[in-house]
């Protein structure tokens, strides 16, 4: 269930009429209303969850979710449950999920407005705006043209630069984010439908825990359905891009112009050189580093060192790069 702070909660809607609504044949219609949708491993009796392929069916009859969008050709492999059947799963659920959450933009009418709680000792610098709901802990301080939206919480001694942006966010002690710096934005999703892509509703957060830092300019999305987080301790420098869903360890360093696509999982202590390139759903162990420049495409082990593009263990990537020199050099004289 979306954290109510940040997507006020829908009142339950029967199946019936999602089905009426959406062109969808309902299967097993059990009376059951859902008030919510969610990823197949979080959803609760409450959520509706989408099954897009045989490769996630383990995962649905695994699943408390009370229906689920499927294709036709997974009908009978979920006998009993709750069914809404349709020729684009995640279109559709995307579809229902933007009627359930509908989109909002934040307006202020004030600086800091009456229902935010302030922390004794907090500062707030000329231009800071802080949304409803807020929450920020003892001593922290905010600069300049900052935007705290809705419902972010912040823990005590947070240091929060000019320019920020943070929404969807639950954000530790002793954090630092640096000018610039957007977190709990949207993440970058979107399914295909007749006239195009839509944009799939991104409702997670942004988990921050304590004493990590954030860079100049650098992005954080939340996440789609559950939370993207970072662990306590973390380093992140200037311009790094981490995309909704990613969970990363605690003490891990990411260097500069680094890009984290969506559903990736980061280990303790793993070190990220700069402009390295993550593909989606992608894990990398505890202890494993990664040098500047490289593109990981592939699973990373505990305490391994990849390099190159595409990553490959630090050795063999030694060996192409020597190979590579040998064949491009000049022809020796016979």
């Known amino acids: ?88 799963p995640q279109r559709d659920y995307a579809r229902i999920a933007r009627q359930l959450y509908p989109a909002s933009v934040a307006a202020f009418d004030r600086a800091v407005d009456p229902t935010a709680r302030l922390g004794e000792g907090v500062r707030l610098a000329q231009g800071a705006v802080i949304g409803p709901g807020v ?75 304590d004493d990590v830092d954030i860079g100049s300019n650098t992005t954080i999305d939340r996440g789609a359905g559950g939370d993207t987080v970072i662990g306590p301790g973390t380093k992140i420098d200037n311009q790094v891009q981490i995309g909704h869903n990613c969970k990363i360890g605690a003490h891990c360093v990411i260097v500069s112009q680094a890009g984290i696509s969506g559903s990736v999982t980061i280990g303790n202590f793993v070190q990220i050189g700069g402009k390295v390139g993550i593909a989606d759903h992608i894990a990398i162990g505890d202890g494993a580093k990664v040098a500047a420049g490289s593109g990981v495409i592939k699973d990373i082990g505990p305490g391994e060192t990849h390099g190159g593009y595409p990553a490959v263990p630090v050795r063999s990537w030694h060996r192409q790069s020597v190979a590579l020199a040998r064949l491009a050099g000049p022809k020796r004289k016979t």
């Open 135 to 209: 929450e920020i802990g003892v001593g922290s301080t905010i600069g300049s043209n900052a935007v705290i939206g809705a419902g972010v919480v912040l823990g005590e001694a947070c240091a929060i630069g000019a320019n920020v942006s943070l929404s969807h966010a639950i954000l530790g002690a002793r954090v630092r984010v640096m000018p610039g710096a957007c977190l709990g934005q949207d993440g970058f999703g979107y399914a295909e439908g007749e006239a195009g892509l839509e944009p799939i509703p991104q409702l997670g957060r942004v988990m921050i825990g």
């Open 1 to 88: 269930m979306p954290d109510p702070r940040f997507f006020p909660a829908p009142e339950p809607i029967a199946l019936a009429a999602l089905a009426a609504t959406f062109d969808l044949q309902l299967h097993n219609d059990t009376g059951h209303a859902v008030s919510g949708v969610a990823p197949l491993d979080i959803a609760t009796g409450q959520d509706l969850s989408f099954v897009a392929s045989h490769a996630h069916l383990e995962a649905a009859l695994a699943s408390a979710a009370a229906a689920f969008v499927v294709p036709q050709g997974l009908v009978d492999a979920l006998p009993g449950q709750a069914l809404l059947v349709s020729v684009a």
